[in-house]
């Protein structure tokens, strides 16, 4: 596992070179560690797809040089330990989005093969990002992938099901948005409410490292 100062009180673990299974299975155990025993002096961390930023209080960890050694060794004997499949979060979707078709014409695909394609795998949650709740899913058919528009969207309604690259993905929020619209659920990604009387990672449907499949509904 390589690691690099990331400013004074942070540093960046690498530990994995590219994206894929295993780096999502490594992914899944660091963040692990790192929820369910925080090592010392740690005020938050940030996964992404091959790392993660860790941010330490200066005065609970001074010598940060020193400390990263052991947590290295610490989360390297967590790469090692086997853990059991992440569960299988079932979302509803109804495909109606607005650029079903195009991405159908795009593929080479009727509407019905694309919305088959598209629910057929069980995906894995890479990474949450752009905003709160945003899960970049993975790994989407390569026949269904897809350039992001040229020119966002000002807003995209909160629950819209897209395609951007490589990759599947829900708007958590309403917000700006470049990727093609399939669809849409009315699952609640991100609720801030929840976060009110829970633990504020309550406020978030899904997390880095878990597994997600599309049910295909009618209406919702």
């Not at 993660?52 to 790469?79: G, K, M, Q, T």
Request: proline share 10%; net charge negative.
């Amino acid at each position: 596992m390589e690691w690099s100062r990331y400013g004074p009180n942070a540093v960046l673990l690498r530990f994995a070179d590219k994206l894929g299974d295993e780096a999502y299975e490594r992914g899944r155990a660091v963040a692990d560690e790192l929820e369910q025993r925080p090592p010392l002096g740690v005020v938050e961390f940030v996964p992404a797809y091959t790392t993660v930023l860790i941010e330490f209080h200066p005065r609970e960890v001074p010598r940060l040089d020193d400390w990263v050694h052991s947590l290295i060794a610490r989360l390297d004997a967590a790469l090692a330990t086997q853990r059991p499949p992440a569960p299988v979060k079932e979302i509803p979707i109804v495909y109606d989005g607005e650029d079903l078709e195009r991405i159908a014409r795009h593929s080479g695909l009727t509407v019905e093969e694309v919305r088959a394609l598209h629910s057929a795998p069980i995906y894995k949650v890479y990474v949450l990002g752009f905003s709160p709740g945003f899960p970049y899913l993975g790994d989407l058919d390569a026949r269904l992938r897809a350039p992001r528009l040229p020119n966002p969207r000002p807003r995209v309604p909160a629950g819209s099901v897209a395609i951007g690259g490589e990759h599947t993905g829900i708007y958590s929020v309403d917000s700006p948005g470049g990727w093609n619209i399939i669809g849409h659920t009315p699952a609640k990604l991100f609720d801030p409410k929840a976060a009110e009387t829970h633990r504020p990672e309550d406020a978030f449907l899904l997390k880095q490292g878990d597994r997600v499949k599309f049910v295909a509904v009618r209406e919702a």
